[in-house]
């Protein structure tokens, strides 16, 4: 627990300044993060050749996160992604398989346009950046306290088994609650339904993201993707719901 305490503090200390000045500094520890998170996918499918894997991967990440590069051309280069992918199985003579080449060209495409919308969103404004990290926040900690007060049926035990029913709905109206009190400090100029609608909607999606990374943890036998917070996991197990929650803004543009 100490060790937690710890890493959250200096965490916060390094992070608060970024996330509030915005600008290259954002961006460059947005980059940063993406490919730390790119790596953690590629070691989980390989430990040996997961640098290896990222690598190959890295430059198409890269091609997703520039918001200069026309959709056009983004477009163009995954396809160009898939190609090369289908020819390193055939080099290799299926050493490379096709299910190694598709989670690679998924796991490239989710940290690409998740972490493309982290940027987005905060290039947007910051206040549409902290509505969307205390929402989740306050899902997370809904979940968790009205899960142990009044959770007794399980939300999926398969994929996670501490998850809730009462919990998960607890998480939906704590952000609900949380989203309202922001719009009354730091106003959008929307409704307060809206509010409540967009609150409600990413405290669902991020629910959803924390049991997919807890399903995909599962399914490849690991407790946590890395290890780059000590006490806390990786990129990956600290962003789920924010990653989750930003492909979902991708196709949904809420705001």
Known sequence: MQQRIVTAIIALI???????????????MTYLFALVGLYELMRMLNPKKGIVYTVISAGFLLILLNNEVQNDVKLEAFVLFAII?????????????F???????????YMGISFHMLIEIRLLGLNYLLFILFTIWATDSGAYFVGRSLGKRKL?????????????IGGIVIAIIVAVIFQVIYPFDI??????????????????????????????????YGKLFPGHGGILDRLD??????????????F
């Open 99 to 109: 299910q190694q080449a598709s989670f690679l060209f998924l796991a490239t495409f």
């Open 85 to 97: 992918l289908f020819i390193i199985t055939v080099l290799t003579k299926n050493r490379f398989t």
């Open 191 to 224: 409704s307060y339904t809206m509010v409540m609608v967009i609150a409600c909607t990413i405290s669902i999606f991020g629910q959803m993201g924390d049991l997919v990374a807890s399903a995909i943890k599962r399914q490849y036998g690991i407790k946590d």
């Open 14 to 28: 390094i992070l608060i300044p970024i996330i509030i000045y915005g600008n290259w500094p954002f961006i460059v």
């Open 241 to 254: 719901s924010l990653l989750f929650v930003l492909l979902m803004l991708f196709v949904l543009p809420l």
């Open 156 to 168: 999926w035990p398969e994929i996670s088994p501490n998850k809730t029913i009462g919990g998960a």
